[in-house]
């Protein structure tokens, strides 16, 4: 099995046309976990001298340091390097997901050529830590090799109809909005069809804030105070769905919001726009905020589900799939996402039966 594995990687010129890759983003982090240089070299795996000379040649390529030594108090970012570490992480939040796309097409590619004994399975699906989990869960599985393109909900349920795809994971709140929300995908839900329903996981949607909530921000009518920055999830995503059926059930107007317009890609791109202080609060799951360090308002349980043909069912990969789903393994790696619950994971059902409301 060849695993392939894309990352972003930086480079910087100079004004006379110099590139360079800058090296030095895990040493960074890890100066900021511990503010001790000793222990910073010795987590990343680089001796104290060398992790010194590192720090020295950067801060000479940026014309000012990256770390402030002091005396009695360890080692401390400076601005500059606060912002090369957030940068970083922004960078990789907002692009992980098509980076994890295109990784999983390369690999079906190479592996169907090396190999032809595990069956693809391809899974269309709404961006979350769950789905993470269970692809992570798969990569050493000898019958399966899952396929993965993160999408909207919308989208994948469409392409689930035009038979793109095995499997499409999308997700409906539970509670009072959960009959508008399921109305917006009652075109791909008809219980006439021949799907079938797998319950994956719930999980918990609601408003990220900074740490200590200096806005106080505390139902979604705070966020139409024009001195609140908002940043929001792209239009195709289900939390972006699930976002404007809370707004309309409260009657607000999404352009009373400031920044309902920005938008980014994945959970963890909207919780590193705050942390960045780029945005004072967004909208996603609490898994996503607790990552980043920040505060989160919870607003609304959900279900998220895999949808299926009934024959799909019988496909040795999938029967992996579910099998991997029912494994208390899993159960306990889900329970402990922020949340996150697992305990139907696995469950199949019927259309008529999981949907009686459309």
Known sequence: MIEVNLKAVWLFST???HEREVPVFNLLQAIDNSGKLTFAAREVGLSYRHAWDLLDKWGNFFGQPLVRMQ????????????????????????????????????EVEINQIVSSERQVVKLHASHGFAVAEMRERLHNNPAVQLDLQYRGGEEALAE????????????VPTGETRKESLARYAKWLKPGKNYRVIRFVTRQQGIMVKKGNPLHISTLSDLTNQNIRFVNREPSSGTRMLFDVLLEKEKLIPNQIQGYQKEELTHNAVAAYVASDMADAGF????AARQFNLDFIPLSHEDYYLLCRQETLEKPGVKEIIKLLKNESFHKAINQLPGYSSSNSGEIATLADEFKTI
Not at 75 to 97: F, H, N
């Open 71 to 106: 005396q009695g108090r360890g080692a401390a970012l400076t601005p500059l390097g606060e912002k090369l570490i957030w940068a970083d992480k922004r960078v990789k939040a907002r692009l992980t997901a098509q980076l994890t796309n295109l990784a999983s097409e390369l």
């Open 284 to 287: 996603g799951v609490e898994a």
């Open 160 to 171: 689930l109809c035009r038979s793109e795809c095995d499997l499409a994971g999308f997700h």
């Open 15 to 17: 004004p006379v046309g």
